[in-house]
């Protein structure tokens, strides 16, 4: 051999080593038996590796458990037989980071054109399984979102055509509260559907009533949060309220107004207090007749915000209140 052969030589295992250590992925040399005869640095500081000789002559299938186990073995038989072997698996590194990889094996063949080892790369997908994981959790929740809120119009749908209403009335009243339900799912879209804000909630419902009516509102509360369950029911509730409010109470009259307002205890499980109060408008009195922001109220509001909840009928104006701990209002 030539002093130029050898200058060759050198070059291309020098070009050889560089490309094996800019490659991102643990790139491994096994025997015919699946031993790991050899890993490139990268491979080892992607395994956290400290020393290659701890692991050296150790049967590369072993470090994968279950189905990735099976799956390993088989890449390794395809290999063997001239092929290409693939399989997505997981397995922690040695200090026990979980980890995702993407394998493929691959035979090196020898001089007699038979594989003679083995080329196993591993490429780091974990951030890529972490996302197609999350993404398939949100599919979930966004289904699951869909069919609770179809169950809610289809309630709504089913309780405002009971009773003597003529088909005039229900379409109106349906469409106003479908408006509400939109609305309350506005203000929680602004969080992800996880949480919203009940000053946000009041002030959605009292804008409904357009800027004349709003005006006689009065509310005043602390800034809370609570969950989407609680949100639903306290916005529907509050444009039931309204709507009675505007036909038939406080403000159906000119001078008459609501008084909404909510304060949070202190200590270790914070405790809401919310009011609607209306004022100055013409006498009330239960009307023996239970309607549908009656069962919402009743049935609904109370079992959805786990609260006590009354309402009630002074002559002064109707009034609701709903008492009940934080914590069980912004459960999701």
């Not at 349906?174 to 509400?180: D, M």
């Not at 005043?220 to 989407?228: A, E, T, Y």
């Not at 505007?246 to 001078?255: F, R």
Request: charged residues 20%; negative net charge; aromatic residues 6%.
């Amino acid at each position: 051999m030539t002093v130029s052969d050898h200058s060759a030589e050198e070059t291309d295992s020098g070009f050889l080593r560089s490309v094996l250590a800019s490659s991102a992925d643990c790139i491994k040399v096994l025997d015919l038996d699946a031993n790991l005869v050899f890993m490139t640095e990268a491979g080892q500081r992607l395994m956290e590796i400290s020393d290659f000789n701890a692991v050296r002559g150790c049967p590369w299938p072993d470090f994968w458990h279950d189905q990735s186990n099976v799956d390993a073995k088989a890449a390794v038989a395809a290999a063997k037989a001239g092929g290409v072997g693939h399989f997505q698996g997981h397995t922690p590194t040695f200090a026990g980071t979980p980890k995702w990889w993407d394998v493929q094996v691959t035979p090196i063949m020898g001089p007699d054109g038979r594989p003679a080892k083995l080329l196993s790369v591993s490429r780091d997908i974990t951030r890529q399984k972490l996302a197609e994981e999350r993404q398939d959790l949100l599919h979930q929740e966004l289904a699951h979102r869909v069919k609770n809120t179809l169950a809610m119009v289809q309630a709504i749908a089913s309780q405002t055509i009971r009773g003597d209403v003529t088909l005039e009335a229900a379409r109106d009243a349906f469409t106003a509260r479908i408006v509400a339900l939109a609305k309350a799912n506005d203000v929680l879209m602004q969080a992800s559907w996880t949480e919203a804000s009940l000053a946000s909630l009041v002030a959605s419902a009292v804008l409904i009533h357009g800027n004349g009516v709003a005006e006689r509102f009065k509310v005043d509360g602390p800034d809370v949060r609570v969950g989407p369950k609680a949100a639903l029911s306290f916005a529907l509730a509050l444009h039931e309220l309204g709507t009675n409010a505007v036909k038939y109470g406080s403000l159906s009259t000119p001078n008459g107004r609501v008084e909404i307002t909510w304060a949070v205890s202190a200590g270790r499980d914070p405790r809401l207090q919310f009011t609607w109060s209306e004022i100055g408008g013409p006498p009330v009195a239960p009307s023996g007749r239970t309607g549908f922001g009656s069962r919402l109220i009743d049935r609904t509001l109370a079992s959805s915000l786990g609260a006590e909840v009354s309402l009630d009928y002074p002559t002064t104006g109707v009034t609701l209140t709903v008492e009940g701990a934080i914590s069980a209002m912004q459960e999701t």
